[in-house]
């Protein structure tokens, strides 16, 4: 059982809209979790609205798409937000330029999920992306554990 004293670690998926690739990412995380970590997502230029493929993909494994909605990131970027632990870029893009208040131990990585937009929009090409997004959240919770070779 996590101590309530002890904060979540927490990580802010990016991607330029906000409408397909980082909210699956912070549903994603945010079940496979089970509450020990907290998952956020912001887009540089935010959509209108969701990917009309994201509930579709999401309600296949059995999470909901409430409560997502394409967000900018100028929001996590002011002095009251959660400051993240890891940001997660899941598209070729630029890092940001983070503000002096962040934690110096906030990380960054690019998982190459997608390259630069716009970003095939068919719902063959939002699968793959989905299933790449699951394949590095499961990693990052359940990273493989190396196998030791016998000695010669």
């Known amino acids: 059982m996590r101590d309530p004293a002890v904060p979540k670690p927490t990580v802010l998926f990016l991607c330029p809209d906000n ?10 995380l945010n079940v496979r979790g089970h509450g020990l970590i907290r998952a956020f997502s912001a887009g540089i230029d935010p959509a209108a609205g969701l ?15 409430q409560g ?6 100028d929001i996590f970027l002011m ?3 959660e400051v993240p632990d890891r940001v997660i870029y899941l598209s070729d893009q630029t890092q940001l330029a983070y503000p002096a208040h962040w934690k110096a131990t906030t990380s960054s990585h690019w998982w ?6 716009p970003f095939p929009q ?31």
């Open 79 to 81: 002095p009251h937000a």
């Open 68 to 73: 997502l909605s394409p967000k900018p990131v």
């Open 19 to 28: 409408s397909l690739l980082s909210p699956m990412a912070e549903a994603y």
């Open 51 to 65: 990917n009309r493929h994201v509930k579709r993909l999401l309600s296949a494994v059995g999470i909901s798409a």
């Open 122 to 152: 068919s719902f063959s090409a939002c699968s793959s992306y989905f299933d790449r997004i699951a394949a590095a959240v499961d990693e990052l919770i359940s990273p493989p554990i190396p196998v030791a070779t016998p000695a010669a």
């Open 112 to 117: 190459g999920v997608a390259g630069k937009p």
